[in-house]
């Protein structure tokens, strides 16, 4: 149980993990292990309780919560009308959540549900970017009554190509991790060549950290042997019905207000997904920033309004 406003106000709080579980899934078919998520809770920076719902914030591929500290702190909350607790999440084998060696959208989205019943409330946003945004896609479709609205960062609801850039961020990765490197400056050198863009490197090196088994060498905190073999299927995408099957296409399966925020130079969001998008969220917007992959870095205050400001309007059409 994640404490109650009033608590939180004298700032944020980390979540101690419980030990992993076993649940079943809605098909009551099969089972799957799930995992206690690290997660941030922010409370309204003004230290007024926190009476809308949470907003839930899952961060994409090689993230972490800690890329969102500074929206989920201070930007987003200047643009909500309702005081509410921002949180976010770290997905299973990234950041400070639990290493397993299984990985696809199912687990994940499984897990984000379980940390959302958790919550002292009936109801969540629920928020995610690229990979997170696809875990959020399928954890409202399988749990709609649990998450009032969602918000989707720069991806859509279908397979995409295998993009070579995420390919070759791993390869390097990897190639650090077995280098044995004593400092980030060393890591920055052997990334150079393989991602030229320091804004990415600097992303890519945040979960880089001393190895608690090795005194003086660094290793990436995310899981790069379980991500490498869930990399093929990843880019592969069915959203499954309430009983976990593959739904069909006419299927109109989360009928609540959810927005996606497209960045118009990364490719991730077509024109030709629109379509898609509106049979699986009938209720669905989609807002155009002049970004690439990452709207929510690039231009913070902008994606800060939008969201914000796209929440308190629908505060009014939320189903109860």
Not at 177 to 185: F, I, L, M, P
Not at 247 to 261: C, E, Q, S, T, W
Not at 262 to 281: C, E, M, N, P
């Amino acid at each position: 149980m994640i404490p109650s406003a009033s608590r939180l106000a004298a700032g944020p709080v980390r979540a101690v993990l419980p030990p992993a579980t076993t649940i079943s899934t809605s098909t009551a078919t099969r089972s799957m292990v799930t995992v206690p998520l690290s997660h941030t809770v922010h409370a309204p920076p003004t230290g007024e309780p926190a009476t809308g719902d949470p907003v839930l914030i899952l961060h994409g591929l090689f993230g972490s919560k800690a890329n969102w500290r500074t929206m989920a702190q201070n930007q987003l909350p200047t643009h909500l009308t309702t005081p509410r607790n921002i949180i976010p999440v770290d997905l299973r084998n990234h950041g400070t959540s639990p290493h397993t060696p299984h990985m696809d959208y199912a687990s994940m989205a499984v897990d984000v549900t379980q940390l959302a019943t958790s919550l002292p409330t009936d109801h969540a946003t629920l928020m995610g970017h690229s990979l997170g945004g696809r875990v959020a896609m399928v954890a409202a479709i399988t749990r709609p009554g649990l998450f009032r609205r969602l918000v989707v960062v720069d991806v859509a609801p279908c397979a995409m190509p295998p993009s070579t850039s995420f390919v070759r961020y791993l390869d390097i990765m990897q190639e650090i991790d077995g280098a044995r490197v004593h400092s980030r400056r060393d890591a920055h050198r052997l990334m150079e060549s393989a991602v030229p863009d320091i804004n990415l490197r600097h992303f890519l090196l945040t979960s880089l950290v001393p190895d608690p088994s090795e005194a003086g060498v660094m290793k990436f905190r995310v899981n790069l042997p379980t991500i490498a073999q869930f990399m093929p299927t990843m880019w592969k995408f069915t959203l499954p019905q309430q009983d976990g099957t593959p739904a069909p296409a006419h299927a109109a399966v989360y009928d609540r207000p959810a927005l996606f925020v497209r960045g118009t130079r990364s490719g991730y969001i077509q024109d030709a997904h629109l379509d898609k998008i509106k049979v699986w969220f009938p209720r669905s917007e989609v807002v155009d920033m002049d970004a690439g992959h990452w709207p929510h870095a690039e231009r913070p205050n902008e994606f800060a309004k939008i969201v914000g400001e796209w929440i308190s309007r629908t505060d009014g059409e939320v189903a109860s």
